[in-house]
């Protein structure tokens, strides 16, 4: 089993272009396996982690109601924000600067079969390391993602979740709020869930701005300790954009 895992942060980019970065890897990998599987050869499977920030861009869920969508065309247009209909689970959420969004391409059967389990882990990763920043975050029983407050009147939303998942092979992933603006997501029901509220981490540290450079690299080391895996740069030869 490889649990060596490609890193590869991509700055700014556009939500379509990566979906389709994605989609090339995703299907990589599931080709590779059903060659395996086929020709009963036994070459390792790759694992690929993306880091991504995305222009103002929404998105819904195959699963999602579309009436969560509080704008038409031409108000999206004039916030300077697109809309996405994709292949995650999930309902509607909002991406924009100042998120850092993780998506994990993992041959689960390189770690585990499980996809329960995986979200939990994607959940646990976030809420230890928004324990490195004095919060206590935890799950909220049938809605995906980090929450803070919860069971109260004052429950939030911190990092939203979505994945898709085919032989084994995942892709999409979350999204965790650092120095958003919330205003964006005035504009949706997130995840078509009423009356909870959204957060950001500056928000609730009470600051300007935070250091995404080590978000990420506290949900790295926490991602790494519970997949017990390894992270190395994306190769010269690998993938690119």
Not at 33 to 43: H, V
Not at 129 to 152: C, F, H, I, N
Request: hydrophobic share 40%.
């Amino acid at each position: 089993m490889n649990k060596t895992i490609q890193l590869q942060d991509l700055g700014l980019r556009d939500y379509k272009e990566t979906w389709d970065y994605q989609e090339t890897i995703f299907k990589d990998i599931v080709d590779l396996k059903i060659r395996n599987r086929r020709e009963e050869t036994d070459l390792e499977t790759p694992n690929h982690f993306l880091f991504v920030e995305h222009p103002h861009v929404y998105t819904l869920g195959k699963s999602g109601d579309a009436s969560n969508m509080l704008l038409n065309e031409k108000q999206l247009e004039a916030k300077g924000a697109t809309f996405y209909k994709i292949n995650r689970g999930g309902d509607i959420t909002y991406h924009g600067p100042g998120q850092i969004v993780g998506y994990p391409i993992l041959d689960l059967e390189n770690f585990f079969t499980d996809i329960h389990k995986y979200l939990r882990f994607l959940e646990e990763a976030i809420i230890l390391t928004l324990k490195d920043y004095g919060l206590e975050s935890a799950r909220s029983e049938g809605e995906t993602g980090v929450w803070l407050d919860v069971g109260t009147p004052f429950a939030r939303k911190i990092c939203a979740m979505g994945v898709r998942a085919s032989r084994w092979v995942t892709m999409h992933g979350f999204a965790l709020n650092v120095n958003v603006d919330l205003g964006y997501f005035d504009n949706i029901i997130p995840c078509g869930i009423r009356g909870k509220a959204v957060t950001s981490l500056n928000v609730e540290l009470g600051v300007a701005k935070i250091d995404e450079a080590q978000v990420k690299e506290r949900i790295l080391r926490h991602f790494a300790d519970l997949f017990e895996c390894t992270f190395v740069p994306e190769t010269q030869s690998s993938k690119v954009l």
